[in-house]
């Protein structure tokens, strides 16, 4: 556990790429292959269910402490995190404990859910009397569920591959599934994934085993720059959840991009029929009424532990298939767009049904063309276009040393809000108010004008301006609401975002997707900001 927090804080302190892989280059050279195994599991971004409840941490941490709740809460809402304030209130360590990572995990922190409080409190004693602040730190991040990735999974496998000699997409290829849960990360998975093999594993070998994603990059130049328009296919930029389908050994496997199973969150896409060794990619979408759904619609079936026959009558969901990774058992991913695309055509043709839908293909003779097409993108119910370069193969991650992927997406939606809430944010940013609730404004006959919260944004201002805005909101805050500041509405912003539909679970009315601050409105004073009228124009309009 040391040597894990030791990473985490290293890793938190810096923003620097070539520092973060030294650090995860020297923990895993360092580490025994069972602690390792666990440490890929969390940088890959898996997440254990909470052990212990807040309310139990909250209540044994000030007792051990002996310090009343009410001096708790204020040194909860001085720092803003549960973790580090339960980790400055306990008293000093009495011993250093050397127990691993792996021995943590699956002896001390895993057993400890739904054990009896006084359990819990036992056990909980003894493990802080043996980790210092920054372990401690750790732990009840581990614990109560609230650990977040300092890393990105490409970092990781970069890493991985630099010591151990494996090509970075055979990493990437044996990570995939890590994160699911439903297998414990071990020292034996730990050595097959760094081990080397004279040649690339087939993934018919691996049960229901996705591959690892290809992802677009952002197309920021005019698209005439990429050439011949016959060079590429375009598509529709589907606003849904990327999944690959995979039927092996007469069994169909769901997954998402987050490597999760949902192949029981949709049962009529888990249902398709597909020759075995075949994999597909595509997105998953709430079809109604011959379109795509708003990702709100999605978001409802999401949600949902159980599945009633209302719902899936109500949103129904289909795959809209656009790759072809797999076919009759054989890994075609090298093998270029031009030709994976006329093998999924004949794959669909032949087992589609109406919840296997094939991506179309858009035809246009011109990029001047193409891009009067993608101006109907919202009426369509879509987020812009994709183009793929008929040349490409089918990469690992965001790269383009396979060919390109590009989305060619609608500039976002933008309206001048209002900030009411903030709230401090994590690691380097754990002082500083840096995650903002916004406004508009809403004319009611009985109330007469008044803000509505209707968005939470956290990204998108320099560090600069962070800290104008947090000085700002310590000058301003009227209310306090645990880590929550109210504050006297004074600054607007421009904010935007891909997505806008109608919601009966936000007290506007409204969801926005993806909201972001792209800068901030010190021309406009409040009154200015835009209103609920403004957003409703949006839905009908474009939703």
Same mark, same amino acid.
């Given at each position: 556990?040391?040597e894990?927090?030791?990473?985490?804080g290293?890793?938190?302190?810096?923003?620097?790429?070539?520092?973060?892989?030294?650090?995860?280059?020297?923990?895993?050279?360092?580490?025994?292959?069972?602690?390792?195994?666990?440490?890929?599991?969390?940088?890959?971004?898996?997440?254990?269910?909470?052990?212990?409840?807040?309310?139990?941490?909250?209540?044994?941490?000030?007792?051990?402490?002996?310090?009343?709740?009410?001096?708790?809460?204020?040194?909860?809402?001085?720092?803003?995190?549960?973790?580090e304030?339960?980790?400055?209130?306990?008293?000093?360590?009495?011993?250093?404990?050397?127990?691993?990572?792996?021995?943590?995990?699956?002896?001390?922190?895993?057993?400890?859910?739904?054990?009896?409080?006084?359990?819990?409190?036992?056990?909980?004693?003894?493990?802080?009397?043996?980790?210092d602040?920054?372990?401690?730190?750790?732990?009840i991040?581990?614990?109560?569920?609230?650990?977040?990735?300092?890393?990105?999974?490409?970092?990781?496998?970069?890493?991985?591959?630099?010591?151990?000699?494996?090509?970075?997409?055979?990493?990437?290829?044996r990570?995939?599934?890590?994160?699911?849960?439903?297998?414990?990360?071990?020292?034996?998975?730990?050595?097959?994934?760094?081990?080397?093999?004279?040649?690339?594993?087939?993934?018919?070998?691996?049960? !229901?085993?996705?591959?690892?994603?290809?992802?677009?990059?952002?197309?920021?130049?005019?698209? %005439? /720059? $990429?050439g011949? =328009? @016959?060079?590429?296919?375009?598509?529709?930029?589907?606003?849904?959840?990327?999944a690959?389908?995979?039927?092996?050994?007469?069994?169909?496997?769901l997954?998402?991009?987050?490597?999760?199973?949902?192949?029981?969150?949709?049962?009529?896409?888990?249902?398709?029929?597909?020759?075995d060794?075949?994999?597909?990619?595509?997105?998953?979408?709430?079809?109604?009424?011959?379109?795509?759904?708003?990702?709100?619609?999605?978001?409802?079936?999401?949600?949902?532990?159980?599945?009633?026959?209302?719902?899936?009558d109500?949103?129904?969901?289909?795959?809209?298939?656009?790759?072809?990774?797999?076919?009759?058992?054989?890994?075609?991913?090298?093998?270029v767009?031009?030709?994976?695309?006329?093998?999924?055509?004949?794959?669909?043709?032949?087992? !589609?049904?109406?919840?296997?839908?094939?991506?179309?293909?858009?035809?246009?003779?011109?990029? %001047? /063309? $193409?891009?009067? =097409? @993608?101006?109907?993108?919202?009426?369509?119910?879509?987020?812009?276009?994709?183009?793929?370069?008929?040349?490409?193969?089918?990469?690992?991650?965001?790269?383009?040393?396979?060919?390109?992927?590009?989305?060619?997406k609608?500039?976002?939606?933008?309206?001048?809000?209002?900030?009411?809430?903030?709230?401090?944010?994590?690691?380097?940013?754990?002082?500083?108010y840096?995650?903002?609730?916004?406004?508009?404004?809403?004319?009611?006959?009985?109330?007469?004008?008044?803000?509505?919260?209707?968005?939470?944004?956290?990204?998108?201002?320099?560090?600069?301006?962070?800290?104008?805005?947090?000085?700002?909101?310590?000058?301003?805050?009227v209310?306090?609401?645990?880590?929550?500041r109210?504050?006297?509405?004074?600054?607007?912003?421009e904010? !935007?975002?891909?997505?806008?539909?109608?919601?009966?679970?936000?007290?506007?009315?409204?969801?926005?997707?993806?909201?972001?601050?792209?800068?901030?409105?010190?021309?406009?004073?409040?009154?200015?900001?835009?209103?609920?009228?403004?957003?409703?124009?949006?839905?009908?309009?474009?939703?």
């Amino acid at each position: 556990m040391r040597e894990f927090a030791r990473l985490y804080g290293d890793l938190d302190a810096t923003t620097s790429t070539s520092r973060k892989l030294d650090a995860l280059k020297k923990y895993f050279n360092a580490s025994e292959s069972a602690n390792a195994a666990w440490a890929v599991y969390f940088r890959a971004g898996g997440k254990p269910r909470q052990a212990v409840s807040t309310k139990l941490l909250r209540q044994f941490s000030t007792e051990m402490s002996g310090i009343s709740e009410w001096l708790f809460d204020e040194c909860y809402l001085a720092v803003g995190d549960l973790a580090e304030a339960i980790s400055l209130i306990l008293p000093p360590p009495e011993y250093e404990s050397n127990i691993g990572l792996a021995a943590w995990m699956e002896e001390r922190i895993l057993p400890l859910r739904g054990e009896q409080p006084e359990k819990i409190r036992v056990a909980l004693f003894d493990y802080w009397r043996g980790l210092d602040r920054q372990a401690r730190f750790l732990l009840i991040k581990l614990i109560s569920g609230g650990f977040r990735v300092g890393v990105s999974k490409l970092l990781v496998i970069r890493a991985l591959s630099e010591l151990s000699g494996v090509d970075h997409k055979i990493i990437a290829q044996r990570m995939m599934g890590w994160t699911d849960g439903q297998v414990p990360p071990i020292a034996e998975s730990y050595q097959k994934l760094i081990t080397a093999q004279p040649a690339f594993e087939q993934n018919t070998t691996q049960g !229901g085993q996705p591959y690892p994603f290809f992802l677009s990059h952002p197309l920021q130049t005019n698209p %005439r /720059t $990429l050439g011949d =328009i @016959r060079s590429w296919h375009a598509e529709w930029k589907y606003d849904g959840i990327r999944a690959q389908l995979v039927q092996r050994s007469h069994q169909c496997y769901l997954w998402s991009r987050g490597e999760e199973l949902i192949t029981d969150r949709f049962p009529e896409i888990g249902g398709i029929s597909l020759p075995d060794g075949t994999v597909i990619d595509g997105e998953i979408l709430i079809w109604k009424n011959g379109r795509s759904g708003s990702f709100a619609d999605l978001q409802r079936r999401i949600g949902r532990k159980t599945l009633s026959s209302k719902i899936l009558d109500e949103l129904p969901a289909v795959l809209i298939a656009f790759d072809l990774l797999e076919h009759e058992g054989r890994d075609i991913r090298h093998v270029v767009q031009l030709e994976r695309r006329a093998r999924l055509d004949e794959i669909v043709r032949r087992h !589609g049904t109406s919840v296997l839908m094939l991506s179309p293909l858009i035809d246009a003779p011109d990029w %001047r /063309t $193409l891009e009067v =097409i @993608r101006d109907s993108s919202r009426a369509r119910g879509v987020e812009g276009l994709m183009l793929k370069s008929t040349g490409a193969q089918y990469g690992v991650g965001r790269t383009k040393e396979s060919g390109a992927w590009w989305k060619w997406k609608l500039d976002p939606y933008t309206v001048d809000a209002v900030l009411v809430y903030a709230q401090k944010g994590h690691g380097r940013r754990a002082s500083l108010y840096t995650d903002y609730t916004f406004a508009v404004w809403s004319d009611s006959p009985d109330s007469g004008r008044k803000l509505v919260p209707f968005a939470k944004a956290y990204s998108g201002l320099t560090d600069r301006e962070i800290a104008q805005v947090d000085a700002v909101i310590r000058k301003t805050t009227v209310e306090k609401f645990g880590p929550v500041r109210s504050v006297t509405p004074t600054m607007v912003f421009e904010i !935007g975002f891909e997505g806008i539909a109608k919601s009966s679970r936000h007290k506007s009315g409204i969801a926005v997707r993806f909201p972001r601050m792209l800068r901030m409105r010190d021309d406009k004073k409040i009154d200015q900001a835009d209103t609920l009228d403004t957003l409703n124009a949006m839905i009908k309009n474009h939703g």
